[in-house]
């Protein structure tokens, strides 16, 4: 089993700043991917970005320039660094582990732009 806790979600203004967190335990073995999605209400959990084990990167294309993630492998942990953050960026936030065909979610995390 694996447990992912996701962390340093909150308020704030547009153009600001936050890191998100999420620390994963349990059976983790590569190769895996991880990613960050987020989901409003009424929509769908839609890809915000993601890290191969090899360290490749994929990105949402409203993100683009302006969110990385990042892997720290020894504390088996994923960053979501987000810069000049946006209204839209609204929403809560979920770390996403994937291996060997199965699929675990963190809790998810609120963060909210105000303009």
Known sequence: QVQLVESGGGLAQAGGSLRLSCAASGSIFRPYVMGWYRQVPEKQRELVARIYSGGSTNYADSVKGRFTISRENAKNTLY?????????????YYCKLSKGG??????GTLVTVSS
């Open 80 to 92: 979501l660094q987000m810069n000049n953050l946006k209204p839209e960026d609204t929403a809560v």
């Open 102 to 107: 199965m699929e675990y979610w963190g809790q």
